[in-house]
């Protein structure tokens, strides 16, 4: 099992919701190394926590998790503000020794450029009727109480974990042709700032596909899917899900590489190579608004 990427990108882990998956993040980031880490927005979740959110212990130990990535193993971590997490407006850009955090940015690596944003600046509801869009956050927030009932008795029964919230939107016409031209919007963005491909995050559902030459990849969420981006050191990319890990397999690997000589112990490591990044000049964009 690879335990090492080049970068790591998640998004939409909604930390201080009861749908949060924060242990199952926390421990996701446990088995991987990597050079650069990205937090693609509504990481921490603003609206839910001026309602009914809680700040718990485990939403805590996340970013535990990420100061000790930093500590650990010099990993770079960039924070890009989501909608949810718009209180950091206040902030941005900011950059503390490892941690930056600021609005978007553009990476670049083999070659390849990526313009990288949570992806709210094209939804028009969060952008211009704010007010709809909190109506649409609590049918939302009652969706995935839902989800999260139907997979309680799920689990007693031995049976895997299934996203109700993500069957539901499937099966929904208007929200499938949303997400289609959702897609083909940022692809578009993605071409007129002479990139390569787009990473985005916002509409929770993960993918890795090209529209139009564009290489377009979206993290998931860490609420339904459970899914990250990962880059290796050949620039490849792909979906990793946290129910298709083999913990104990990954837990074993950890074990007999700590047994074994020193060069063999970092054997599973790839070399770190450069990656850069900058800053997007672009001011004609105005920065992600708010979603629901």
């Known amino acids: 099992m690879k335990t090492h990427f080049k970068t790591i990108i998640i998004s939409d882990v909604h930390l201080g919701t009861k749908g949060s998956k924060a242990k199952e993040i926390a421990r996701f980031l446990k088995q991987y190394r990597c050079e650069n880490l990205i937090l693609n927005g509504d990481i921490i979740d603003?609206?839910?926590?001026?309602?009914?959110?809680?700040?718990?212990?485990?939403?805590?130990?996340?970013?535990n998790r990420i100061i000790k990535m930093i500590e650990n193993h010099k990993?770079?971590?960039?924070?890009?503000?989501?909608?949810?997490?718009?209180?950091?407006?206040?902030?941005l850009p900011l950059q503390i020794g490892n941690l930056s955090i600021q609005t978007d940015m553009i990476y670049e690596s083999h070659g390849k450029k990526y313009f990288i944003t949570h992806g709210d600046v094209f939804d028009s509801i969060t952008t211009n009727l704010r007010w709809i869009a909190y109506i649409g956050d609590v049918g939302y927030t009652f969706l995935l109480w839902l989800n999260r009932v139907v997979n309680h008795y799920r689990i007693k029964r031995g049976l895997p974990y299934f996203s109700l919230s993500q069957y539901i939107k499937g099966k929904v016409k208007s929200a499938v042709s949303y997400i289609d031209q959702y897609e083909e919007e940022l692809a578009k963005m993605a071409k007129a700032k002479?990139?390569?491909?787009?990473?985005?995050?916002?509409?929770?559902?993960?993918e890795n596909r090209y529209i139009d030459g564009i290489h377009y990849l979206n993290s998931g969420d860490w609420v339904e899917t459970m899914s990250a981006l990962a880059e290796d050191e050949d620039s490849n990319w792909q979906l990793i899900y946290y129910n298709e890990i083999d913990f104990k397999s990954s837990a074993n690997l950890h074990i007999s590489s700590f047994f074994e000589g020193e060069n063999e112990k970092n054997s599973d490591i790839i070399p770190l190579k450069q990656v850069s990044f900058d800053r997007n000049n672009d001011d004609q964009i105005e920065p992600p608004a708010f979603r629901s």
Not at 194 to 206: E, F, L, N, P, V
């Open 46 to 63: 603003g609206w839910q926590l001026k309602k009914s959110g809680s700040w718990k212990r485990k939403h805590t130990r996340f970013f």
């Open 75 to 91: 990993t770079n971590v960039v924070y890009l503000r989501g909608n949810h997490d718009d209180f950091l407006d206040q902030i």
């Open 194 to 206: 002479g990139c390569d491909g787009i990473i985005c995050g916002h509409i929770h559902k993960a």
